[in-house]
Every structure is written in C-alpha cells, then in structure tokens.
C-alpha cells in the first residue's frame, strides 16, 4: 500500500509509508475507541459480553502503549532498523543499479520516515479528517454486511455489526504484509460471536461483500490515481 501511495502521488516511499502507518494507527484508534464506548451500552448483559469487552480494553490499552513505545525510542529503532535493512536494501539495489544503494541511504529513509510521522502535530486538522474518514468507513462497512445478511435472509441487528467492525482491522496497524484472508476470517467469526448467526451465513455476507468492494475500491483509487497523474475526463493533463 505504501508503495502505491509513493508512486501514485510521486513522493518517496519513506514518506508514503510514514503516512500511511500515521493513517492505520489513527483510524484504528478512533473506530476501535468508538465502538468500546458504543459496546458499553449495547453488549452490558449480554453472555457474550465479557470477552469482547475485554478485547476492546486491551485493544485500546495496546495502542496507547505501542505508539508511545514507537515515538519514545524511535532513535533506538532507528539505528536497529538502519543495520537490519542496510544489507537486504543492497542486495535487492544491486540487482537494478550499477551502484547499490548504500547505508547512507537507508539512514536518510528511516529518517524522513519519521519526519513524516512527526509533521502530523502540525496538521491537526488533517488528523481530524482521517479519524471522520474512519467511522464513515465503519459505518458503511456495516451497512453493507447488514444488506448482504439481509438478502442472504438473516435479519439481525444494525449495531452490534457496528461495535465489531474495527476488531479484525486491529493487525493491520502494523505494516507487515502476509496477512491475506486473515481479515475476512477473523471479522466472520466476530459476526457469528455478535449476532449470533450461522457460521456459513457469516462467512457469505463476508465474501459477497469483500467480493464487491474490491473491485469497486480498485477502479476508484485507479481513477484518483489517473486524476492525480494529469488525467482529465476530457483528455486535457495537467
């Protein structure tokens, strides 16, 4: 994802990914605040309450500590993360350049990285607007899922599917890939726990839902992609 933020917005890939590690860490943190404050009121005597409750708290209490931990020692990490990328960034540089990329440049990554990071204290407003974007994202989120149940003929609540939205989004904040089809396992089961609806039924509502947004979300961001690049509906670039 970073690296289609660089090339689609013609920055560098630090920069692309300090902005979009800045964008996960805050959505996650406004949708999952949001839906534990919600869950208070809606899941409080519910059998199943407990431990969703509890994965709410402690959903919460990790985030908190890991951005504080990340920004606390981020000169620690960036001296580890210079020595462990230095090598793998020279190895792959070399297939494609005459003269690879050296430890210089991984240091000037990582540091323009974390100016990225830090830049967002100056645009408050920008933080606002991704957290909006956030719960607008849930909200249709659910929307969906609650249309595909309903036409999959499982009439169920609205706003239980709301509270668990964000849980299967919590790995994400971290960018590490690999995670392919974890989502749409954990937020299947999160609906059979929630709703109480049968396990194949959840995991169609997921699938028709997941299948359909895909690729409208490709021919959207391909759109921006092209708008941003100079493209315009009548032929006229910028």
Not at 110 to 119: A, F, K, L, P
Request: glycine share 10%; charged share 10%; proline share 5%.
């Amino acid at each position: 994802m970073a690296r289609f933020y660089s090339v689609a917005t013609d920055t560098g890939y630090s920069e692309a990914l300090g902005v979009r590690s800045t964008a996960k860490y805050v959505k996650a943190s406004v949708q999952i605040t949001f839906s534990a404050m919600l869950g208070l009121f809606m899941l409080v005597g519910s059998p199943d309450a407990a431990p969703i409750l509890f994965t709410f708290g402690l959903s919460i209490a990790g985030l908190a500590l890991f951005g504080g931990v990340i920004l606390y020692t981020r000169e620690y990490l960036s001296s580890g993360l210079v020595v462990v990328l230095t090598p793998l960034v020279t190895w792959i540089s070399r297939l494609y350049r005459d003269s690879p990329h050296d430890q210089a440049f991984v240091s000037n990554g990582v540091d323009r990285y974390w100016q990225r990071i830090v830049g967002f204290q100056e645009t408050p407003g920008l933080l606002a607007l991704i957290a909006v974007g956030g719960l607008i994202e849930q909200v249709l989120t659910t929307a969906a899922l609650w249309v595909a149940l309903a036409g999959l003929g499982t009439n169920t609540a609205f706003l239980p599917i709301l509270i668990i939205i964000p849980l299967p989004q919590i790995a994400s904040v971290v960018p590490i890939p690999g995670s392919l089809g974890a989502y749409d396992l954990l937020l299947g089961g999160a609906l059979v726990v929630v709703t109480g609806v049968p396990t194949t039924v959840a995991t169609a509502a997921v699938l028709v839902v997941r299948t359909l947004s895909l690729p409208f979300s490709g021919v959207a961001g391909g759109i921006c992609v092209a708008y941003l690049r100079g493209w315009r509906p009548r032929g006229q670039s910028n």
